[in-house]
């Protein structure tokens, strides 16, 4: 059990050293190395690069990519300039450079044949098929048709100068071409469409592959009705240059800086273990700008004489306090930027995990211990998040400091005027033209008296909130230092495991991860010593106040005093948020660093090779429908954020709402299989470990098992069968959509009168790009048409430039020509290879754009063909027509008869976040209640102490069911929180392309949405806060070995744990039914509201109000109790006033305050930034009006002021 040093140290530390603490942290000398953290975490210069270019253009390992793409690129686009390996391509020479272009070899080798595999796998597929069509168009034509259209061919083949050559432009003129033949390759054609838009929309994968195939088959359907007989071997010209560009891309694998997947993993892993810990030197930096903003000397001599502060003096308190929130609101948004990066890796590292150990690899550490790593590295980013709510509580982003958040004008009786019932953008939205305003909350009457007893209890405790941030950096630093060093000691041997020759030997990279003193000793001293120092200021004030009296028996002893504390001492409750939230991150820190260290002693010293398993999962993981891997395989769409389809949206409602009434496993594992999966620390090879973690429910067995939830499962299964038919009814408009823009355009290539102007200016380019522009929403839509029209013209200048710097106004140079491809394709190679993922689309556009230009422009002067586009400008401007006209085919086709909305998606997107923060909400204080409940059991067992046990029973005890709760629901929790942070993550990107949807009802509140993206972002913090409390509660994480505290003597000794979970519990709102209920139902309402459009009711309480309303009322009902017992039993007043809630300096003194603190903080946050989104989603969708409530309420809670401050009197 934690126990608390002895108050009499504690005070003869604050004596000796009452100010040494502030002048240390005002006047510290910084070391070498602190100054070269601090300079690495502010760069000096900031580069107007983008940070992706920047650092790629210093890497070594970047370089070596861009080397390896290169060669195998410029060796394809060498291979067509020959005349003799020209005339073996054919026409379609320059697809094996396009293909180097779109799939680069710069992923690890395993990837990269999974994908050219694909790719293969994808043109034969459409190759067979395209052959299949020609057999049946074969036996469906004509044979007297075909006859007389021979014979008529014959004869004016044989007055002609050149029969051979006007036979070819016979064919390609239509002059053989056949209804039935034709219309049976439309159903080929189409056929194969609505299966491909199935397929990129279940399994995108395999998109990749299923471009290729439609590319084949384009061309086997579109040009094999010309010909009069069956071309099966039209497909060759693609499948050469596929292999052409196969051999070439596996050879430059094999021979230039060859890389395995799991080398490429460990360069992710360690940059994510870099971004960490440049996120702690971020702290770092942030908390010694802090401490620069406080100046001890007036403060001082304030306090030398007791008087109270001048009014100078509080002025210099409040700028202050106004600098500091902007510097928590820079590392604010710095945070955001490192959460969006660590997003992305995640993101990337998580599609690679799945491949990992599939390939044979040499490496200390086995993929095993790489996934293990991972897993708690993604717990170490979860509590680095976490330490923002301190930032937050600094910014006065919880709205009681926040001149901000509240309307301090409103004003009750003057609501009825201009009461909008429909709100600004509800379902009768009103359009606006200029910039919304942030949302302002009114400032009842309760929330008024609130913030003014919070200033005026701060003022009267005379400790500023800039004094404790000062001492908050000599505490935090330590810790901050590290376990910023810790990370390095773990990235350093991952480095020497990547590093083909070893910078330093590993025996020492082996002794510096052995060093973990320093970040045990630092957790160490934060908890028993370091952390003691923020009571100073506190005790500095009661000394001078009352300098006989003695500090551990009389601070805190009258009823003033305690409610002064608890509104006055938010400086020493913020910055104490801080340290529990920092002692957490070292807990986790710790855990990867110790789990590092394992592994690297079961390895030795030298590398192994270690040989492919569970080669048998590539399937399934193939046919999986997770998207935001790395591996290229679904990267051809818009990129990251894009929204998932409005069915899978409403199935995930569905299966939320199942699982809530039947707490079945299948449903909660559907939601999160995904990050359930990266949780379980097993082997892929241990199957069943796999299967039951992520088939773990987060729910008790005994609500698993009722019958009323089995009968709720039975009434969502007989609806399935109309929810599978609305979902194949969206799938298949749109598979429709696609087979429209098919038929559309290939129709033109079929007709007698306009196939040879298609196949003479190229129109089948133009059928791709109507197939490959499909969206599923207007936004996404709009967004790939200006990403492709960009990057198209883009290349079409670069290509032609290109072409004219190698041959002038000539026909080409072959060594120019070569010459110039070599130097201009290392720009277009390292914007394919390095560009961000929303820049991808874009960048394939380009380099595809160039090699057309200078491919066509070689190939028609080079090889006779009978479609001639010309050289450069000519070829350029005729494939811009050709995409203006598929990219417009395909809009009209998508916009008509109405086009899904992407910002329909996206607040359907946000009401499913909302509702999975209610499911994350409910399972923390499920798993709180669980254990509360545990041991209540056990407090009636020990009152049996003699009752006989049955022969067989087990009886366990309190602390074994404790540990088999969490480890039951710890991994669904942090799933969730996973889940939620994904979605959140993608919020930016997603918003983007909502703003680009059509704009038919006027300007779209993007603010609105951009403030609820904030919201569910910060709503994690408080439900992580709340979980780490109660867990500590039990030993789990607030103590580690060797922390070895003294209790005074004047303390009791009977404050356990559970007196904690007792005082936490019955002291606050946090277990309150009524308020449980209310924020429960306000995440309901929330999440209907936005997915619905309904308005919501403007009659409705503040949450923040009640909240402390309520922890009035359970003190107040904890009093009565205390009084009444202490009257029974005849203790008198001094009985009554020894409770649980009641405190003193010794409890401040206890490890758990800390937690305590912590929790109550963060059920503040959590209810104060509900109200806020509830006032958003009014503004979004409206509210029906209650008209005269708001005054109603006004007068309710002042009469109800009077009676209490009345009752208090008497």
């Known amino acids: 059990m934690s126990t608390q040093p002895p108050a009499s140290t504690v005070q003869d530390a604050t004596e000796t050293s009452s100010n040494s603490a502030e002048d240390a942290g005002h006047n510290r000398p910084a070391t070498s190395k602190a100054k070269r953290e601090q300079e690495a975490a502010k760069p000096n210069k900031p580069s107007k690069l983008p940070s992706w270019v920047k650092d790629n253009l210093t890497s070594a390992r970047s370089w070596r990519t861009i080397a390896r793409c290169w060669v195998a690129t410029w060796a394809n686009f060498v291979l067509m300039v020959p005349g003799p390996s020209l005339g073996v391509l054919g026409q379609a020479a320059f697809f094996g450079c396009m293909f180097t272009l779109m799939i680069p070899p710069s992923y690890p080798f395993f990837l990269f044949f999974i994908a050219f595999s694909l790719l293969a796998i994808g043109a034969l597929i459409g190759w067979a098929w395209g052959c299949a069509a020609m057999a049946a168009a074969t036996r469906a034509r004509s044979q007297q048709l075909l006859q007389a259209a021979t014979q008529r061919v014959r004869s004016s083949a044989a007055s002609s100068t050149s029969p051979e050559a006007y036979v070819q432009v016979a064919v390609f003129k239509g002059e053989f071409l056949e209804v039935r033949s034709s219309a049976v390759f439309g159903i080929f054609l189409m056929l194969g469409v609505y299966f491909v838009a199935v397929l990129q929309v279940k399994l995108p994968k395999l998109k990749i592959g299923s471009i290729f195939l439609l590319i084949v088959l384009d061309i086997m359907t579109s040009y094999g009705p010309l010909f009069p007989y069956a071309t099966y071997k039209l497909g060759e010209i693609f499948m050469v240059p596929i ?32 971004i960490n810990r440049d996120l702690l030197r971020l702290h770092s930096s942030a908390l010694a700008d802090l401490s620069q903003l406080y100046d001890p000397a007036t403060h001082l001599s304030a306090h030398a004489h007791g008087d109270q502060p001048s009014n100078d003096l509080l002025h210099q308190h409040v700028n202050a306090k106004d600098n500091a929130a902007k510097i928590a609101a820079a590392l604010l948004a710095d945070a955001k930027a490192n959460r969006t990066t660590i997003a992305e890796q995640i993101e990337d590292i998580n599609g690679q995990s799945s491949f990992l150990g599939m390939e044979f690899y040499r490496s200390y550490m086995s993929a095993h211990d790489m996934k293990v790593a991972l897993c708690k590295t993604r717990t170490v980013n979860l509590q680095l998040r976490l330490l923002n709510s301190f930032w937050r509580l600094l910014n006065r982003e919880f709205g009681l400091t926040d001149p901000h958040t509240y309307d301090e004008n409103w004003d009750p009786t003057k609501a009825e005027q201009g009461y909008q019932v429909d709100g600004e953008h509800g379902n009768e939205a009103l359009p606006t033209k200029d910039r919304l305003e942030p949302i302002k909350l009114h400032e009842t009457s309760v929330i008024h008296r609130i913030c003014r007893d919070v200033r005026e209890s701060e003022a009267a405790q005379q400790v500023p909130m800039p004094r404790m941030l000062n001492i908050l950096l000599s505490v935090a630093a330590p810790s901050l230092d590290a376990a910023a060093d810790s990370i390095q000691a773990v990235q350093d041997y991952f480095e020497a495991n990547l590093s083909w020759r070893q910078k330093k030997p590993i025996d020492q990279v082996l002794h510096q991860l052995h060093e973990t003193k320093t970040l045990e000793s630092a957790r160490h001293g934060l908890l028993n010593d370091k952390r003691l120092e923020l009571m100073q200021p506190y005790a500095d004030h009661f000394r001078t106040l009352h300098p006989d009296l003695d500090l551990t028996e009389h601070f805190l002893q009258t009823k003033e005093s305690i409610h002064s504390f608890r509104d006055g001492g938010r400086p020493l409750h913020v910055c104490l948020v801080y ?101 379980s620390d097993v082997d892929s090879d241990d199957d069943n470990a796999a299967r039951s973690s992520s088939t773990r429910s987060s729910r008790p067995v005994d609500e698993e098992g009722s019958p009323n939830a089995k009968a709720s499962t039975s009434n969502d299964s007989s609806n399935m069968p109309k929810r599978q038919h609305k979902n194949s009814h ?16 290939w129709i033109t290539a079929v007709i007698p009168h306009s196939a040879y102007f298609v196949y003479q200016h190229r129109g089948i380019w133009a059928l791709i790009m109507a197939q490959t522009a499909a969206a599923l929403s207007g936004g996404e839509l709009i967004f790939t048409f200006a990403m492709r029209i960009i990057g198209t013209v883009v290349g079409l200048l670069y290509g032609a430039v290109m072409w004219y710097i190698s041959t002038g106004n000539g026909r080409g140079n072959a060594y120019g020509l070569a010459a110039t491809a070599a130097v201009g394709y290392i720009p277009l190679i390292f914007l394919r290879v390095w560009a961000p993922k929303m820049l991808l689309l874009p960048s394939i ?12 422009s070689w190939i028609d002067t080079h090889l006779h063909v009978l479609a001639n586009s010309g050289i450069g400008i000519d070829v350029a401007w005729k494939r811009a027509l050709l995409v203006i006209i598929g990219m417009f085919v395909a809009l009209i086709v998508m916009v008509f008869p109405r086009p899904v909305s992407s910002r329909l998606l996206l607040r359907k997107n946000m009401a499913k976040v909302t509702r999975q923060l209610n499911d994350l909400f409910v399972d923390v204080m499920e798993a709180w209640i669980a254990r509360n409940r545990i041991h209540a059991q056990e407090v009636e067992r020990s009152g049996f102490a003699n009752k006989a046990v049955a022969d067989g029973d087990k009886t366990v005890s309190s602390g074994d069911a404790i540990d088999k709760l969490w480890q039951e629901r710890e991994p669904v929790i942090r799933a969730r929180f996973m889940a939620i942070a994904t979605q959140v993550s993608s919020y930016p990107m997603q918003i983007g392309l909502a703003s680009m949807d059509f704009h038919i009802r006027g300007r779209w509140p993007a603010e609105r949405y951009v403030e609820i993206a904030a919201i569910h972002a910060t709503l994690v913090e408080p439900l992580g806060a709340i979980l780490s409390s109660v867990r500590a509660f039990d030993q789990l994480a607030t103590s580690s070995d060797g922390d070895v505290i003294q209790r005074t003597a004047t303390m009791k000794a009977d404050r356990s744990q559970n007196d904690w979970q007792v005082l936490l519990s019955l002291s ?7 308020h449980l209920a209310e924020i429960c139902t306000m995440f309901d309402l929330l999440s209907k509201a936005l997915k619905n459009g309904e308005r919501l009711n403007h009659a409705s309480f503040s949450l923040l109000e009640n909240h402390f309303k309520y922890a009035a009322r359970n003190r107040s009902l904890e009093r009565f109790l205390r009084r009444r017992a202490a009257a029974e039993k005849g203790e008198g007043e001094q009985g009554a006033t020894e409770g649980e809630d009641v405190l003193s300096w010794s409890v401040l003194l206890d490890p758990m305050y800390l937690r305590y603190t912590t929790a109550t903080m963060a059920s503040i946050t959590l209810v104060a930034q509900l109200d806020k989104f509830k006032a958003v989603v009014q503004d979004l969708v409206g509210e029906s009006s209650l008209r005269g409530f708001d005054m109603l309420k006004e007068q309710y809670d002042e009469r109800t002021y009077r009676a209490a401050a009345a009752i208090n009197d008497l």
Not at 626 to 652: A, Q
Not at 1068 to 1074: C, E, H, I
Request: hydrophobic fraction near 45%; include cysteine.
């Open 845 to 856: 556009m380009m380099g595809v754009s160039v090699v057309l230009i200078v491919g066509y």
């Open 1068 to 1074: 606050t709102s946090l277990l309150d039914p009524q």
């Open 579 to 679: 340290v529990t939230n920092l002692l957490d991150a070292l807990d986790s820190a710790l855990r990867l660093h110790e789990e590092v260290l394992a592994a690297a002693d079961r390895a030795g010293s030298k590398k192994r090779i270690w040989a492919p398993k569970r080669l048998g999962r590539l399937f399934a993981i193939l046919r999986s429908d997770k998207r935001g891997s790395s591996d290229g395989l679904d990267r051809f769409g818009p990129g990251d954020g894009r929204f998932d389809r409005e069915d899978v949206i409403d199935s995930d409602f569905r299966e939320d709402r199942a699982h809530t009434a039947s707490s079945t496993d299948s449903n909660l594992s559907t939601n999160l299989a995904d990050h359930l999966e990266g949780e």
């Open 243 to 274: 292999g052409c560009s196969l051999a070439i891309c596996l050879a430059s694998q094999i021979l230039i800086f060859p890389e395995t997947l799991a080398y490429a993993w460990q360069l992710r892993f360690v940059s994510i273990l870099g």
């Open 730 to 745: 969206l799938l298949l408009l749109y598979a429709l959509r696609m087979c429209i823009a098919t038929f559309a355009i």
